[in-house]
């Protein structure tokens, strides 16, 4: 095979324009999609979910002001706690009590903090894990454990597992989508949706929910369709060729893969993410007309259509880490429900209107919970909670989940996790089994291990949130 020099296909692939948004539907879609590496593949057991979303609150969310009630620490508010309980965080002092009422919802009786009002209407979908413990309560540790089961960086993440085990049912769209908030970056960045050591064709493809949903996705200027296959060929061509020289070139696959998948996404995409089509009473459901709930409810609703056209797993994020409320707790917290209460309750109603709630799987939370301390200082008007990762609270719905229920306990004041203590690794191997995956055999081969998203844990499903 004649060989292409690279300053050659450098500047040909310049020539071809701006990016590679312009490639036609026509031929991508007959020809591209025929050769995807995210084919859908078996799993090994019958699912009960085929989606996930995934509704990341970073910075962790406190547990004893909205999802596990501790009337103690009302009636010893102000006062050290006892020393069975007593945190090893020198900043945290007295207890202190939460402001906001809890109410039993739903035929369940399921409890919520009042700040959840739109939540808390689904208390019988849901499933609140109230024993949740994770091993390190800095924030970047935390996340990497929460998210790739190990408090290391650079491992695949959930969603890239999840992509990995079973391949996409919409080969026009990527298999797992990342939809960070356009105020900022959330902490911890792209590797919250990194494929880590995986085949970089896993990590999350990034929509925006302002404008087009994926950058350099449509042609500067119009072409006709002779020019767009004529154009697409040649790529095409120079692919192969420059592919066929560096064997085994995983990341340059990939790359390859994804200008594919852009060219497919070229209608995929748009069609997906034009909110346009929704009624004006589903915008509203989701808050699209109020300031306040417009961004997250936006993302909330591209998340729903997402997996109604086959996509695998979505990823929501918050700009930096709201929920890390070191200052004024309440105000801070009630801050972060107004913004995501309405949206996600919004959600729920709707996959559940839709028939879409039993396939696909909700999940709610964070890196860790909060102090039931107070984080004070002379300076602060308002107290804080510090970080606090032995006993805190997560919540799933949908997908196979036995709603109504509060799974575990913590203490009386919300300490430590007593009662069937869930780690994290035990989290992601029920996640995956309600896809039909088994978390021991999915594995991937790396420096000379098979690796698992399970790793190094004694890992148990927790089938009593299971239907």
């Not at 007295?94 to 009042?114: D, Y």
């Not at 959330?186 to 995986?198: E, F, H, P, Y």
Request: charged share 20%; hydrophobic share 35%; aromatic share 8%.
């Amino acid at each position: 095979m004649s060989q292409i020099n690279p300053l050659t296909r450098r500047a040909a692939l310049r020539r071809l324009g701006d990016g590679f948004g312009g490639l036609a539907l026509a031929t991508m879609l007959s020809e591209a999609a025929a050769s995807s590496r995210q084919t859908t593949r078996t799993p090994n057991s019958l699912p009960k979910a085929k989606a996930v979303i995934q509704l990341y609150m970073h910075g962790g969310p406190s547990h004893v002001d909205l999802l596990d009630p501790k009337p103690m620490l009302n009636k010893f508010h102000d006062t050290p706690p006892p020393g069975e309980v007593a945190d090893d965080e020198k900043r945290t002092k007295n207890l202190m009590g939460s402001p906001f009422q809890f109410k039993k919802c739903g035929s369940s009786g399921l409890e919520f903090s009042e700040i959840q009002p739109w939540v808390s209407q689904h208390a019988d979908e849901i499933a609140v894990v109230r024993s949740m413990f994770t091993e390190h309560r800095n924030h970047e540790q935390a996340i990497w454990m929460a998210q790739t089961g190990l408090t290391v960086a650079g491992r695949p993440t959930l969603g890239s597992w999840v992509t990995y085990g079973l391949g996409s049912e919409n080969q026009n769209l990527p298999g797992f989508v990342a939809l960070p908030d356009p105020k900022g970056q959330s902490v911890d960045g792209v590797r919250n949706w990194s494929s880590g050591w995986l085949p970089p064709q896993y990590q999350g493809t990034v929509f925006r929910e302002q404008g087009s949903p994926v950058l350099h996705l449509e042609p500067s200027k119009p072409r006709t369709q002779a020019l767009t296959n004529g154009r697409l060929r040649l790529l095409k061509q120079l692919n192969q060729m420059h592919l066929a020289e560096r064997a085994g070139a995983l990341e340059l696959e990939a790359r390859i893969d994804t200008f594919e998948m852009a060219g497919r996404m070229q209608l995929a995409a748009t069609d997906a993410l034009d909110l346009s089509q929704e009624t004006q009473e589903t915008q509203k459901l989701y808050g699209l007309d109020n300031p306040t709930t417009k961004s997250y409810g936006t993302r909330c609703l591209m998340a729903r259509r997402l997996v109604e056209r086959g996509v695998r797993f979505v990823s929501l994020f918050m700009a930096g880490q709201p929920w890390d409320t070191h200052s004024k707790n309440n105000t801070q917290t009630k801050a972060c429900c107004d913004r995501t209460d309405l949206p996600i309750g919004g959600l729920l109603t709707d996959l559940k209107r839709r028939g879409l709630l039993d396939s696909t799987l909700i999940l709610w939370g964070g890196e860790f919970g909060r102090t039931p301390g107070a984080q004070q200082s002379n300076k602060q008007i308002e107290f804080g909670r510090d970080h606090h990762p032995y006993g805190f609270s997560v919540w799933m719905a949908g997908g196979g989940i036995k709603g109504g229920q509060a799974y575990g306990a913590t203490d009386d004041f919300g300490y430590r996790a007593i009662e069937k203590r869930t780690q994290t690794a035990n989290l992601h191997a029920t996640i995956l089994h309600l896809l039909g995956l088994d978390h021991e055999i999915l594995t991937y081969h790396h420096n000379g291990r098979d690796e698992r998203l399970t790793d190094l844990y004694d890992t148990k499903i927790l089938k009593e949130l299971i239907v």
